[in-house]
Every structure is written in structure tokens, then in C-alpha cells.
């Protein structure tokens, strides 16, 4: 009773916080986020087919559900060539998650073709992103993702869940695909 008007990020989280704390839909508005474009820029020439991930590199951000579609677009040759790199923030919490991702990917025999990028800072960021072929980071329930932002400055599109912020996102930027998260074959279509 005491706050006036709140401030969400996207349509989805005002509604999800709304129905949290039991507020009317008008004491919420919805300023989406934003970022400094300095140095986010297209690439000069066009990168190799590669995939990438950046986020932090936790379960909640779902690179697993990333590695198990890559694993499929190798092993059935639907992509040949393509790589992955997987980078985002990283802490000692983090490691043995991102060991297990390791360890599948050796048991698929693709080490050789997939880059982890850890705790990368902004400039090495912005490198990273132009490498890019398409950006995929399948998270349930994201509020907003800035990643969707620093990838569609840098000319790089999205393939993302139909899910959270997602589709106000990409209906607001035309700069990718949604899929229907419904495991790795759907993320690999």
C-alpha cells in the first residue's frame, strides 16, 4: 500500500509479479531495458556456422538443453561444420555443472568443436557475439534476457524458447525464431 507504481522489465514479468503480490494490473508499467550500443557492432566479414550461448552458465540459463540439440545437429549431419561456443559468467558454484556439459560433450566426441568462454568482460563480450552465427540461450521463464539485445546490436539473431519475455522480445524485434521448449529436437528444428 505504501508504493504507488511499480516498474517491471517486460509485459511477462509485470503480469507474472502482479499475480505474486496480488496487484492490479495499472500500478504496474513496463519499461523494457536497454544497453549502451558502444561498440556493439555487425561484424566485418560474415563468422563461420556457429552457435553460441552467453549467459551465466548455470542449469537455470539451460546451455544443456543447447549442447543436447547441438549434439543432435552433429550426429545426424544436419549441420556439418557447425560449432558451438558456450560463454557467460562462471563462479566456483558453477564449475561442476559446466564439467558435466564438458563431459557430454566428449562422450558425443566433440570436444574439438565446442568452446567454453567464462567470465568474459564487456570488449571480449562484443568479440564473442560478432563470432556468431545465431545466438541461443533456452531459459525458462526469463524476465527480460540483455543477451537478446547485445546479440541483435551485433547483427546476430536468436532462436529462443516460447517462453517468458521471449515472445514480447522478438515480437518487438523481429530478430529471430521461437521454439516450443519441448526438449532438444525441438530446439535442433
Known sequence: QDVSRFVAISQYYGRTMAGRLGLPADQIAVVPNGINLDGFDRAAEPPPRTIGFLARLTPLKGPHHLVEAFILLRSQGRCPGVCLKIAGAQTGADLPYV???????????????????????????????????????????EAFGLYVLEALACGVPVVLPADGAFPELLAATNGGVLYEPSGAGALAD
Open 99 to 141: 564439467q558435466q556439459l564438458q563431459s557430454r560433450i566428449a562422450a558425443a566426441g566433440l570436444t574439438s568443436e565446442v568452446e567454453f568462454l567464462p567470465n568474459l568482460e564487456r570488449r571480449a563480450k562484443q568479440d564473442f557475439l560478432r563470432s556468431l552465427t545465431v545466438l541461443s540461450v533456452p531459459a525458462a521463464g
